[in-house]
């Protein structure tokens, strides 16, 4: 009998055993496999984050790369604006003759015709009114001072011409020809009037040529300002044409046609302000003269009307 339950004992300990052996068998392999899972995730994990630093390397180096040439290009571009700019002349007589089309040809030589008329009209009237004053005051100051016993004699003393000369040579032939004068006009007046005719006519006919130009200089001072702006304007529209036709802006697309406006304005008001200037000093100086001819001839008309009725 104990023989019986020692054997039933080691057999019931070694189907322990076995038990116990295949429960560690099972748990080491089920360690195994979840060891194989860990490393193999872990590697993955790893190749994708060393595939994602490659991929940001490479596209570093290519943004690198494309700064890099926009670099350059801008680099390119803007050397070639320098050289461009300094190709350009920006003269004046290239920007109007090398730059513009005929329109503003045209706008700039009836500018520098208008120009040319009015400093020729200006330094001659100028010269002329010097040579008339000073004239005009070497025999009124004859005529002053005396030592003539007639106005004949005065007549020959006085060297030069001036409105002063005209007026006593008219006056003196007024006589003269107021008597032999047969027509009937000369008739239907008296000497006075006849002789007042006379001294007025001499007096409109100075006047009159101390007036020649100012007519051109006003037109041209109230119309030169004028063709100006027209050249500005033309310009203008010259350069946005050459920035739709281009397709882009830049400075050397639009500076010579703005340029050529902006010449366009200043040389109007070149042309203008001094024909403007030159007519209001010349018409204040002809109106100081026509008083004082006036006067003058108010004076003449006296005297030879009673050296009429002396004689």
Known sequence: ???????????????????????????????????????????????TATQLADSVAGTAAQVVDTASQVGATTADAMAQASEAAEQVDFGMMHLVMGQGDWVLKAAFLTMLVMSVISWSIIVYRLIGALRVRSQMKRHLNLMNAGGYASYEQLLSKMQGTSPVKHMLSEAMSAGVDFKRSNNPFSKSLNFSDYLMRRIRHALDVNLNAQDGGLTVLASIGATAPFVGLFGTVWGIYHALINIAVMGNVNIATISGPIGEALIATAFGLFVAIPAVLAYNALNRSNRVLNRHLDGFAHDVYNSFLQTEDKE
């Open 1 to 47: 009998m104990k023989l019986g339950l020692l054997l039933n004992t080691f057999n019931s300990a070694q189907a322990t055993d076995n038990a116990a052996q295949s429960v560690a068998d099972v748990a080491n392999n089920n360690a195994q496999q979840v060891a194989e899972v860990v490393n193999q995730t872990t590697q993955g994990a790893a190749d």
